[in-house]
């Protein structure tokens, strides 16, 4: 009776994983991409997002004058502008897509995100 539960999970876990691994690019990287990524792009990334912070500390007292009025969500537009999509940018961004989609989904090799 276990052996005819377990079975049973796991075909019933076999079609989300097969559609998952559908979804995956099969593209291949050059060298000179990859070094492009490990010497340029993710350490800039990195450093926009520290100096982010520490603009976005520097200008707290500012976005706090800027969020009196409605909606008040001027800190919430600061962080995501000045920390946020720099972190994206370099932690969460596929290899070889350089465009920048303020929304966070780096899925567009071709770098025409959709508004």
């Given at each position: 009776?276990?052996?005819?539960?377990?079975?049973l999970l796991?075909?019933a876990?076999?079609?989300p994983?097969?559609v998952?691994?559908?979804?995956v690019?099969?593209?291949?990287?050059?060298?000179d991409?990859v070094?492009?990524?490990?010497?340029?792009?993710?350490?800039?990334?990195?450093?926009a997002?520290?100096a982010?912070?520490?603009v976005?500390?520097?200008?707290?007292?500012?976005?706090?004058?800027?969020?009196?009025?409605e909606?008040?969500?001027?800190?919430?537009?600061?962080?995501d502008a000045?920390?946020?999509?720099?972190?994206?940018?370099?932690?969460?961004r596929?290899l070889?897509?350089?465009?920048?989609d303020?929304?966070?989904?780096?899925?567009?090799?071709?770098?025409?995100?959709a508004?």
């Amino acid at each position: 009776m276990k052996f005819r539960i377990v079975l049973l999970l796991v075909f019933a876990f076999m079609k989300p994983v097969s559609v998952l691994a559908e979804d995956v690019q099969k593209t291949y990287f050059g060298v000179d991409d990859v070094v492009v990524e490990i010497l340029l792009a993710r350490p800039l990334g990195l450093v926009a997002t520290i100096a982010g912070i520490g603009v976005f500390a520097g200008i707290s007292p500012l976005t706090a004058l800027a969020s009196i009025p409605e909606p008040h969500d001027a800190f919430v537009k600061t962080a995501d502008a000045l920390i946020f999509a720099p972190a994206w940018f370099t932690f969460e961004r596929p290899l070889g897509v350089y465009c920048f989609d303020p929304r966070g989904f780096y899925t567009d090799p071709n770098c025409d995100p959709a508004y």
